[in-house]
C-alpha cells in the first residue's frame, strides 16, 4: 500500500500547455507539500497546505496553483508551461507538529519540450 | 534565506570503507534529518535527531546533531554497493512555519 502517491510519474509536454500533477497520501497526516527537484538535485519547497489551508507559499511563478480538496489530497497545476519549469516535483506529508520529518513520493519528471 | 551546505559534494569509496558526511549552517535548527535518494525514487528518512549533541546510530548509520545546533554529520560503517546514492540533510525551520530546508546532497559511489 503506497504511502504518498503521485501521477503520472512521467510527464512530457509542450511549451504553452496546461498541465497537472495528483498527489494522495493514506498517511493520516494533516500537511501536504510539494517540492521541486532541478537538475542539480537542489531540494526546493513550494507550497505546503495543512487540512486543506494554504501555510506556505515561497517565491514560485504564479502560474504554479496547488489545491488541496481535502487533507489527503494536494495536486499543482501548471499553466503556459516553460522550459524552465522542466525538474521532478516530489510531493510530501507529515504531522505538522510532530516533527518526525516527511514522507515523500517518488516523483513527477516533468518534460517541457 | 536559510542554506544548508553538505560536504563532500560527491565521493567514490571503496566498498567495506566508512564514509563520513555533514552539513553545516548559518542558523540554527531544532530538528535534523538525514535522508537517501536512489535513482528515480524520493528521499527516504534515514535518521531524525531532536536535541543538541544527540548521537543515534541506525544499523550502519549514525548522525549526530552538533553542539551549536548548526550542524549535524552522518557516518556509514562498512559500506555496501547499495549505499550509492545521494544524501540530504534537512533542517527544522525556526521560524514557525515547521518546514524542512535541504541540504545541497552527497552523492555517493560505493565501488565494488
Known amino acids: 500500500d503506497t504511502a504518498v502517491s503521485q501521477t503520472p510519474k512521467y510527464l512530457v509536454t509542450q511549451m504553452g500547455n496546461d498541465k497537472s500533477i495528483k498527489c494522495e497520501q493514506n498517511l493520516g497526516h494533516d500537511t501536504m507539500y510539494w517540492y521541486k527537484q532541478d537538475s542539480k538535485k537542489f531540494l526546493k519547497i513550494m507550497f505546503s497546505y495543512n487540512n486543506k489551508e494554504l501555510i506556505i507559499n515561497e517565491t514560485v511563478p504564479n502560474r504554479f496553483s496547488p489545491k488541496s480538496p481535502d487533507k489527503a489530497h494536494l495536486n499543482l497545476h501548471i499553466n503556459s508551461l516553460e522550459l524552465g519549469d522542466s525538474a521532478v516535483y516530489f510531493c510530501?506529508?507529515?504531522?505538522?507538529?510532530?516533527?518526525?520529518?516527511?514522507?515523500f513520493g517518488s516523483g513527477t519528471r516533468l518534460t517541457v519540450v | 534565506g536559510q542554506q544548508l551546505n553538505q560536504s563532500p559534494q560527491s565521493m567514490f569509496i571503496q566498498e567495506g570503507e566508512d564514509v563520513s558526511m555533514n552539513c553545516t549552517s548559518s542558523?540554527?535548527?531544532?530538528?535534523w534529518l538525514w535522508y537517501k535518494q536512489d535513482p528515480g525514487e524520493g528521499p527516504v528518512l534515514l535518521i531524525a535527531l531532536y536535541k543538541a549533541g544527540e548521537l543515534t546510530s541506525n544499523g550502519r548509520l549514525t548522525a549526530q546533531f552538533g553542539i551549536t545546533r548548526k550542524d549535524s554529520f552522518l557516518n556509514i560503517s562498512a559500506s555496501i554497493p547499495s549505499d550509492v546514492g545521494i544524501y540530504f540533510c534537512?533542517?527544522?525551520?525556526?521560524?514557525?512555519?515547521?518546514?524542512?530546508?535541504f541540504g545541497t546532497g552527497t552523492r555517493l559511489k560505493v565501488l565494488a
Open positions: 510530501a506529508s507529515s504531522q505538522m507538529t510532530a516533527g518526525y520529518g516527511y514522507t
Open positions: 542558523s540554527i535548527f531544532n530538528t
Open positions: 534537512a533542517g527544522r525551520d525556526t521560524s514557525g512555519t515547521y518546514k524542512y530546508i
